[in-house]
């Protein structure tokens, strides 16, 4: 077998550096997301794994810069910066954000959960009445930039949604129409986000689009 040219070995040598910087920062995220980005419910940590390295690269810039998580009474955002704001350099951020677009998603992810305890499937109304009017307003607001199965348009800068933890959710709902998230002047992508959350009626709509959500396979 033919020894690999000197540029190929300088390639894998060059791949297998980048390797190991993005699995040495992803240590810090591993506190709170889980050593395969799979999530900690018990603290509200998301599930990361498999989200774009475009969106995931965003939103560490984002928290860093202090666009996002520098908001009052953003105490999770806060717990984010200064994790972001500890990445050294652009070049470790975007191995880190390649890092955790290869993690494997968990199978089922939140969807199990998704879909209760959300919604209004206990209510007068039934998980039926519940689950179409978080469809019908999914397809009508939602849809056109995550998609129709909530796995996200990285053209678009829209994040996977499906199988996320209903908490997940609902918080980022209220950060978006709180203006916790997504009033930053710089921050075009996040004020789309706030003018389609306050299209939704009521409470009752949320908690359903969110079960919806929620309840798509990841």
């Known amino acids: 077998m033919a020894a690999a040219s000197p540029a190929a070995a300088a390639d894998a040598r060059a791949a297998q550096a980048w ?19 799979e999530g900690l ?8 794994a498999g989200l774009d390295a475009a969106y995931v690269e965003r939103q560490l810039r984002e928290f860093a810069a202090g666009s996002r998580g ?16 500890a ?16 993690l494997p998603r968990p199978p089922g992810a939140a969807g199990a959960r998704g879909a209760a305890g959300a919604g209004d499937a206990a209510g007068t109304r039934g998980a039926a009445a519940a689950n179409d009017n978080g469809r019908n ?32 959710l609902a918080r980022q709902f209220a950060a978006f129409k709180a203006g916790r998230r997504g009033a930053a002047a710089d921050d075009r992508l996040g004020a789309q986000m706030r003018a389609v959350a306050a299209m939704l ?18």
Not at 22 to 32: F, M
């Open 87 to 102: 990445i050294p350099n652009d070049a470790t951020r975007m191995a880190l954000a390649a890092y955790i677009a290869r």
């Open 70 to 85: 520098a908001q009052t009474g953003d105490s999770y955002g806060a717990t984010m910066r200064a994790a972001a704001a």
């Open 19 to 37: 390797a190991a910087q993005a699995e040495a920062a992803y240590a810090t995220c591993a506190a709170c997301h889980g050593s395969r980005g």
């Open 137 to 168: 307003y999914w397809n009508a607001l939602c849809s056109a930039c995550h998609g129709a199965n909530g796995r996200g348009n990285e053209a678009l800068g829209a994040p996977r949604l499906a199988g996320a933890a209903p908490v997940y």
């Open 41 to 48: 419910p018990a603290i509200s940590a998301p599930v990361i």
């Open 201 to 218: 009626p009521d409470a009752r709509t949320e908690a359903d689009v969110i079960a919806y959500a929620a309840s798509l396979a990841p």
